[in-house]
């Protein structure tokens, strides 16, 4: 069976504060839909959320060739380092990683592409976690994107708790409320 024959999506989210990393990655093959969207990604760049060739180092692009989208457009010159630099460089050994751990299989890597979605706080205070979180949920993201996770069930199960995630959290009388309108419906 060839590896990515539909398009694989995959998300993580790792650490706290402003040093997290929130990281969507698109996967898939060459001559498909991710081709198309990844070329017209790159040449087309809005203000403040230009897309780009991750390197694991100046003229050695990360394999397969990851292009690197900023969700947020760098407002200072440690939020520009922190995307263009430890965010790149976490993201650029987080899908190397993923290589080295066969998820990714080595013969595959010449037929793929990827594209990530990154979020970097623009109050990023540390550099080196950004860094490590970057690579840690680039790995878990193209680990997702691989393994189809999560389940619809695991889906359904963190539903009936109740949405959450680091910008809010809705109160347990707003989930009923909206919870009892949705029914009513």
């Known amino acids: 069976m060839t590896f990515a024959a ?3 999506v995959g998300e993580a989210f790792v650490g706290e504060g402003a040093d997290a990393a929130h990281t969507n ?3 898939g093959r060459r001559d498909g839909p991710v081709a198309t969207a990844w070329a017209t990604a790159l040449a087309s760049p809005s203000a ?9 180092r100046p003229s050695v692009p990360v394999q397969p060739p990851t292009l690197f989208v900023p ?11 922190a995307t263009w630099g430890a965010a ?10 993923a290589v080295e751990a066969g998820l990714i299989p080595r013969e ?17 205070t540390d550099l080196d976690r950004a860094f490590a979180n970057q690579r840690v949920a680039a790995f878990r993201a193209v680990r997702a994107a691989v393994a189809g996770t999560p ?10 708790e109740g949405a959450a995630n680091p910008f809010y959290t809705p109160s347990d009388k707003v989930l009923a409320q909206s919870s009892a309108e949705v029914r009513a419906q």
């Open 151 to 160: 389940a619809i069930d695991d889906v359904l199960g963190a539903a009936r």
């Open 108 to 124: 595959a890597v010449s037929d793929l592409l990827i594209i990530a979605a990154i979020w970097v706080n623009p109050a990023v």
């Open 88 to 97: 790149q460089a976490g993201l650029a050994l987080g899908v190397t990683d």
């Open 71 to 81: 969700k947020a457009a760098a407002e200072s010159e440690l939020h520009s380092r």
């Open 48 to 56: 403040g959320h230009v897309p780009f060739v991750t390197v694991v």
């Open 25 to 27: 990655v698109v996967l």
């Open 6 to 8: 539909t398009v694989l």
